[in-house]
């Protein structure tokens, strides 16, 4: 491979880009490559998804409507569920999603099937990067191999291969993907060149070089792990705050008040998103093949898988001041996404909360103004269309599961029978005599 064509093809745009998976990360990946000037496709298995892009029409929150029309418009970005246009393009983020089984194990399907249709038309000089999340040594134990046998194909000689991991943060108003800083690690220095000046060229951000893919695989899982291990730390702790009567947020709002050796995290009904609940299974199960035991991080998992739980027994505890049962009482979720003011329910310890109401015979409505219905099990559940005043006094509780920011909290303080808030979404709130924190 002539690593000056490929260098010359990036700074001159002449690059064409190929994304797989158009879902929360490919979406505004695809968007800012071809916002940049490079000729993109993206391809995608949901053909309702493909036919969206085509028309221009947007379906994810972080994606400029005006931004996606334009480019489609100038063909700077089509989509297909066509894999045989690989054959097109030089350059192939792989951006699809990384589930756990139902044995919490990973399950790397769509990362298989994706290499394995990448192989059938990859050719010489591609660039090939993985940027979903999954546990270190992915990149070369997995992918590197479909690649070579799929395509008769060396790596490192006739295509380049790393490992990019995204960052993406649904519903965060100051970073997205455009000035996220890019972790990249590569197979080879050639590699990292070249999958660096790509980044460089369409990012407004720094672009962090590691020395191999499994620094960058290992270091998204600890970004992760992080934040799972201090939540479960601190929903650990509001738990004991409630048996001592003390208020864990007040806490936490004192503790912030130290300039240096403080980071503040939050307890709440469960953890939500595709990153945090599971990154850290994703290490675990890869440590068994050490035989090496993440006590630690297991702890933390274990509090934090049973919130969902606890916050119904919290439900319980408040339903049974008003002389009601679980059984047979009227609650109401208000909200459905697994962080404020987005539409995305991916693994929304809502669900979770709704699942152990069920359980306990509890009828459940609910109220989401991004959400109006979603699937689950097969199954879609519709939600009530207008939360006031009327609709409020229908329910036995209410319970704060989503802290978004354009739902009048007063309101519902005034009006509802009793509130159990976890994410201490009404701490504004003037009205607080039916109002019970997590």
């Not at 756990?100 to 769509?110: F, G, M, R």
């Not at 208020?247 to 912030?256: D, F, G, H, L, Q």
């Not at 103004?369 to 519709?382: F, N, T, W």
């Not at 329910?395 to 976890?422: I, P, Q, S």
Request: aromatic fraction near 8%.
């Amino acid at each position: 491979m002539n690593i000056e064509i490929l260098t010359n093809k990036i700074s001159l745009k002449t690059l064409t880009v190929g994304v797989i998976g158009l879902g929360y990360v490919g979406l505004p990946l695809a968007v800012e490559k071809a916002k940049a000037g490079f000729k993109t496709i993206g391809f995608d298995v949901q053909s309702q998804k493909v036919d969206m892009v085509n028309r221009g029409e947007n379906y994810i929150g972080d994606v400029v409507n005006e931004d996606l029309e334009q480019i489609v418009k100038t063909g700077m970005l089509s989509a297909t569920t066509d894999f045989s246009f690989i054959k097109d393009v030089d350059f192939i983020a792989i951006c699809v999603p990384t589930p756990l089984d139902k044995h919490q194990q990973p399950n790397l399907s769509y990362v298989k099937n994706s290499g394995k249709e990448i192989a059938k038309y990859i050719k010489q000089g591609s660039i090939v990067v993985l940027e979903s999340t999954t546990y270190p040594g992915t990149t070369e134990e997995l992918l590197m191999p479909i690649l070579e046998e799929g395509s008769g194909l060396k790596c490192g000689e006739d295509f380049y291969l790393g490992f990019s991991p995204e960052r993406v943060d649904p519903g965060n108003l100051i970073y997205k993907t455009k000035n996220t800083p890019k972790v990249v690690g590569a197979i080879g220095k050639e590699a990292l060149k070249v999958i660096s000046a790509v980044y460089r060229e369409v990012l407004d951000s720094d672009v962090h070089e590691v020395s191999t893919p499994a620094i960058a695989e290992m270091e998204k899982i600890l970004e992760n792990t992080y934040r799972n291990i201090n939540i479960g730390l601190i929903n650990e702790l509001a738990i004991l705050c409630n048996k001592m009567n003390i208020n864990i947020w007040e806490v936490i709002e004192a503790a912030k008040s130290k300039p240096y050796g403080f980071q503040a995290f939050y307890p709440g009904p469960g953890l939500g998103g595709h990153c945090i609940p599971l990154d850290p299974y994703y290490l675990s199960w890869k440590a068994r093949e050490y035989g090496f035991h993440t006590s630690m991080i297991e702890s933390s998992m274990m509090i934090n898988d049973k919130m969902p739980e606890y916050t119904v027994e919290r439900a319980s505890k408040i339903l049974n001041k008003l002389k009601k049962s679980l059984s047979g009482s009227k609650v109401l979720i208000l909200g459905i996404a697994y962080k404020n003011d987005i539409d995305d329910y991916r693994e929304s310890p809502a669900l979770k909360v709704i699942h152990h109401f069920k359980e306990a015979g509890t009828l459940i409505d609910f109220y989401d103004p991004y959400i109006k219905e979603y699937k689950s099990k097969g199954k879609i559940y519709k939600g009530i269309q207008e939360l006031n005043k009327d609709t409020l006094q229908h329910y036995d509780l209410v319970c704060v599961t989503a802290g978004h920011t354009n739902v009048d909290y007063e309101m519902v303080a005034r009006n509802a029978v009793a509130v159990f808030d976890t994410k201490n979404v009404m701490k504004n709130v003037t009205y607080r005599d039916k109002i019970e924190l997590l």
